[in-house]
C-alpha cells in the first residue's frame, strides 16, 4: 500500500439533518450529524477505505477544528492539519429525505495569517521524503493563500513527488502558470470552460463531464472514456472519488485503461449514493465492466 498526502485548504465542518425545511418555519429533527467536508478529505477517505497510509494535512484552527480533526481520524486518516487563529468554517445544510434536494448554507472561507501557510508548508516538506503521492483538493479559504498551491507544486517537484491538483479560481491558476505545474489535473466541464491555456501545462489532463465522456490526456496516449450509466442520486464528490480511485489503480500498478475503468466506475458509485465519498472497492468493482474506455489518437 501507498503512502498518500492529501491536502483540504479550506475544509468544512458540516452539520447535516435529514429533514424537508420551508423557509420562514423552524422545525425540530431527533438529530444533526457532523461530517467533514472538503475535497481532499473526500479523497482520503476513499484512499484510505483503499487501505493506504493517508495522511490529510490542511488547515483547522478553533473548537471547530478541533471537531473536525476527531472526525478525520475516525475514518482511518491521519489528521496532520495546521491550526489557524480563526475557527474552521462551518456549514448547515439539510437533506429532503423525500424529495432528495438540499438546502445548504455555507461559510466560505476563513483568515489565515502567514505563518499559518508556512506551517502547513514545513509539515508538507516533512513528509516528502517517503511520500509516493501528493493531491490538493477544493478552493483555499482567503486569498493570501493564492500561492500556497504553487509553493506546494515547486516542493513536489524539488522532492520528485507526483503533484495532482483539482482546484479552481486564482490559486489554481497560479499554480498552472508556475515554474513547476501539477502533474495532473481534473477539472469538470465548468472549471474547464473558465481556464485558460494554462490547462496546456500540466503533463496529464482529465476532463469531465457528469455522465458524459472524460476525456483523458496523458503522455501514454488520449482516450475516451464512458462512464458506466447509473441512477443519480448525488453526484457532489464524484471528481474526487474519480481521482482517489485513479490514484489508487496507478500506484497498484494497473495499466492506463484498467485505471481509467477503475476511475469512472468510482465517481459513477458516487453519483449513485445520497452520501459523499463513502465508496469502497466493492461499490467500484461492481461497475467497472460496464466503463468503455476508447482510444482517441
Ligand atoms: N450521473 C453520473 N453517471 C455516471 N457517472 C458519473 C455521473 N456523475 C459523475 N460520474 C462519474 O464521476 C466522474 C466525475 O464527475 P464530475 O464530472 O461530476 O466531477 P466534478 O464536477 O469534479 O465533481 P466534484 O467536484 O463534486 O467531486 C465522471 O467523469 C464520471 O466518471
Ligand atoms: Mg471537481
Not at 22 to 51: D, M, T
Not at 133 to 140: E, F, K, N, P, R
Not at 235 to 240: C, E, I, N, W
Request: aromatic share 6%.
Amino acid at each position: 500500500m501507498a503512502r498518500i498526502v492529501t491536502i483540504t485548504a479550506n475544509p468544512l465542518l458540516d452539520q447535516l439533518a435529514h429533514v424537508a425545511i420551508e423557509p420562514g418555519k423552524s422545525v425540530r429533527v431527533p438529530a444533526i450529524g457532523f461530517v467533514a467536508g472538503g475535497k481532499g478529505i473526500n479523497v482520503a477517505r476513499v484512499l484510505a477505505r483503499h487501505g493506504h497510509e493517508v495522511s490529510a494535512l490542511g488547515f483547522a484552527g478553533g473548537v471547530t477544528g478541533t471537531l473536525y480533526t476527531e472526525l478525520v481520524e475516525a475514518d482511518g486518516i491521519e489528521a496532520d492539519f495546521t491550526a489557524t487563529r480563526a475557527r474552521l468554517r462551518i456549514g448547515w445544510i439539510a437533506v429532503d429525505p423525500d424529495r432528495g434536494g438540499s438546502t445548504a448554507v455555507l461559510e466560505g472561507g476563513f483568515a489565515v495569517r502567514a505563518g499559518e501557510s508556512a506551517e502547513l508548508l514545513r509539515r508538507l516538506r516533512h513528509r516528502l521524503s517517503d511520500a509516493d503521492l501528493v493531491l490538493a483538493s477544493g478552493s483555499v479559504p482567503d486569498p493570501s493563500c493564492n500561492e500556497l498551491y504553487r509553493l506546494i507544486a515547486t516542493a513536489c517537484h524539488r522532492a520528485g513527488v507526483p503533484f495532482w491538483l483539482d482546484a479552481y479560481g486564482e490559486a489554481m491558476e497560479r499554480a498552472l502558470d508556475g515554474p513547476h505545474p501539477p502533474s495532473l489535473v481534473k477539472p469538470n466541464r465548468q472549471e474547464y470552460g473558465r481556464g485558460g491555456r494554462s490547462w496546456a501545462q500540466p503533463a496529464e489532463l482529465h476532463l469531465s463531464d457528469g455522465a458524459a465522456e472524460v476525456r483523458v490526456r496523458t503522455p501514454g496516449g488520449r482516450f475516451r472514456v464512458v462512464p458506466p450509466p447509473v441512477r443519480e442520486v448525488n453526484p457532489v464528490g464524484s471528481g474526487d472519488c474519480y481521482l482517489a480511485a485513479l490514484a489508487h489503480a496507478r500506484l497498484g500498478g494497473a495499466d492506463l485503461p484498467a485505471q481509467l475503468r477503475y476511475a469512472a466506475a468510482a465517481g459513477a458509485a458516487n453519483a449513485a449514493r445520497a452520501d459523499i465519498a463513502r465508496i469502497g472497492p466493492e461499490d467500484i468493482t461492481a461497475l467497472e465492466s460496464a466503463v468503455q474506455v476508447v482510444p482517441a489518437g
